[in-house]
């Protein structure tokens, strides 16, 4: 399976963007990018997902490199609420069919008020 | 929608002894998952199931634990002998099959502490 590396933890400042990076150089033609997130004390959260282009929903944007062997994971504007330890996740496909979602440690975001 | 329910929230218990865990999943998904979080690290992959079938275990997943979803609907892990390393938050998942991808729906977990 493809590997993902992301750094250990990020701080950023409340109402700035955070821009969270993902390393798959591995990647293969059919693997989509997931990024999920964690609060504490809780269990994880979808965010997004992509495939080849940039996404955008309501909780962030997905920015998906050419070569797809990074992505970045954009919050426009965090909040005290951001703060999470944040996962990105390759999978073989978008959910159609079976699939599992392999973690690794992910990111820890610290959002400063 | 109330979300995937998990019960009970905490569990202490003895080495040695049987525990059970309960999920309900949101009602309209078919899918549902089994995972195991350890301190620090990232939710590991146990089992899987659509509908009353369970089509993936993981080799985390040891004889001492079984995994069931009677007609499709709530699910239990059971962990039978349990040893200290069993010790984890347990986190529970669920999706639909066949609508466009919106990601698993997990619930809060169970935190079982063996001593």
């Known amino acids: 399976d493809a590997k993902t590396t992301q750094p250990n933890s990020m701080e950023s400042n409340e109402e700035e963007p955070v821009h969270l990076p993902c390393n798959h150089s591995?990647?293969?033609?059919?693997?989509?990018i997931h990024w999920y997130r964690q609060l504490p004390s809780q269990g994880p959260e979808y965010v997004i997902h992509?495939?080849?282009s940039n996404v955008n929903n309501r909780m962030a944007s997905l920015a998906i490199a050419e070569d797809r062997k990074s992505s970045t994971l954009i919050l426009h504007r965090a909040t005290l609420r951001d703060a999470a330890v944040y996962y990105c996740?390759?999978?073989?496909?978008?959910?159609?069919?079976?699939?599992?979602?392999?973690f690794g440690k992910g990111t820890l975001l610290t959002v400063n008020p | 929608d109330t979300g995937v329910s998990q019960d009970p929230r905490h569990k202490i218990t003895k080495r040695g002894q049987n525990v059970t865990f309960r999920c309900d999943p949101i009602?309209?998904?078919?899918?549902l998952y089994w995972y195991r979080q350890t301190l620090g690290q990232g939710p590991e992959f146990l089992t899987y199931?659509?509908?009353?079938?369970?089509?993936?275990k993981s080799r985390l997943l040891s004889d001492r634990f079984s995994a069931e979803r009677p007609k499709g609907s709530f699910s239990t892990l059971e962990i039978q002998r349990t040893e200290q390393g069993d010790s984890a938050m347990y986190l529970c998942?669920?999706?639909?099959?066949?609508?466009?991808?919106?990601?698993?729906?997990f619930g809060s977990g169970t935190r079982l502490t063996v001593v």
């Open positions: 998942a669920s999706s639909p099959r066949d609508r466009v991808y919106q990601g698993y729906t």
């Open positions: 591995t990647i293969s033609g059919t693997d989509y």
């Open positions: 992509g495939l080849t």
């Open positions: 996740i390759l999978t073989k496909n978008s959910g159609g069919s079976n699939y599992k979602l392999t």
């Open positions: 009602s309209e998904h078919n899918r």
């Open positions: 199931f659509q509908n009353e079938a369970q089509l993936e």
